[in-house]
Structure formats: structure tokens, C-alpha cells
């Protein structure tokens, strides 16, 4: 089975339980025909940090898992609810990678579309730039199959798992003029 969009993925009513949900013309929504029910797809919120070192180094990951898996990434992840896009960066980053970070400072966003288990999700990756409190006990754990350290302007794009993250690169570049 092919990858298919959320809004073409659901047919049973989170209210009712009956099928029948059906995308609304603008493409945004789904509604119930039995219930009347309408459901908004929204983007999901994702953040990520550029983490640089002392030397002015990028940390990156390799992707142990698909979408990508293999590519270069940037710990970071999905949001939990209620969280806000500052703390799932802490959380991702030391779920990943086990460092804690000194202050974040907003970079930019970038919308991605997000493979998972067939369905595509609409996502906002926002991106933060930070350096680590320590380095120590940097070590590569949840999704993450190894931590690369390499110049910024020495990242081929090819190699970066999202177009989101080379927009996010570029415009670490070009901020920071690394």
C-alpha cells in the first residue's frame, strides 16, 4: 500500500463511530454525513536544535529509522500535548543524545511533509540553536544510530534528512555567518 494523506486515510467519526466521515472541498476538514461531525487536519509541531560546539561545530545524528534512516538530522522530535516548542527541544535532545542545553534561541520554521507508517503527515518543524551545558555524557540513544560533528558549511544538503532542515541549515548560515 501506497503513502496517502491524512485527509484521504480516515473514514470511521471519532463522535459517532459510523463511517462516513468525507473531506470538505477545501481539503482542510472531514466531515460526518451521519452526525455532522467536522475534524480539522492540523500540522503536527516538531522542533529541532542545531547544537554547536566550542570549535563551531554542528552536531548532528544519523537516522536509525525511517523516514530517512541513515540520513543526517538534528535531535529533536514531535511534540507531546500540552508541551511547548522550547521544551520538547530539551526533551528530544536529551532523549537522543543524553546532553542538556544552555539557553534556545529561536532560528526559524519550515512546513514538512512527514511519513509514518503509510500515512503522511503535515508537520511544522521549528528549529532552535543552542550550545550544550556539557558535552558530557554525550552518547547516542533513542533513534539516533550515530553523532556527527562537522562544519555547517561543510554539510552536503543531499545528505540532511528533510528539506525543512537545509532550510533551517541555511538560515543557521546565514545568522550566524558560519
Known amino acids: 500500500m501506497g503513502s496517502s494523506e491524512l485527509i484521504d486515510a480516515f473514514r470511521f467519526c471519532p463522535r459517532c463511530g459510523r463511517e462516513g466521515l468525507r473531506p470538505m472541498a477545501d481539503k482542510k476538514s472531514l466531515k460526518c454525513v451521519p452526525c455532522g461531525y467536522q475534524h480539522f487536519i492540523n500540522s503536527v509541531l516538531a522542533a529541532g536544535v542545531f547544537i554547536t560546539d566550542e570549535q563551531g561545530r554542528l552536531l548532528l545524528i544519523r537516522r536509525l529509522k525511517e523516514p530517512s534512516k541513515g540520513k543526517l538530522g538534528l535531535p529533536g522530535g514531535f511534540s507531546d500535548p500540552y508541551e511547548s516548542a522550547e521544551t520538547v527541544a530539551r526533551r528530544e535532545v536529551l532523549e537522543e543524545i543524553n546532553i542538556e542545553l544552555g539557553p534556545l534561541r529561536y532560528l526559524t520554521s519550515y512546513p514538512n511533509r512527514y511519513e509514518f507508517q503509510g500515512l503522511i503527515y503535515s508537520t511544522v518543524d521549528i528549529f532552535f540553536a543552542a550550545s ?16 556527527v560533528f562537522i562544519r555547517p558549511r561543510d554539510v552536503d544538503p543531499q545528505e540532511l ?18
Open 161 to 178: 534528512a528533510f528539506e525543512s532542515l537545509r532550510h533551517g541549515l541555511q538560515c543557521l548560515i546565514e545568522d550566524s555567518g558560519a
Open 132 to 147: 550544550p551545558i556539557s558535552l558530557t555524557p554525550l552518547k547516542a540513544l533513542d533513534d539516533v544510530a550515530e553523532i
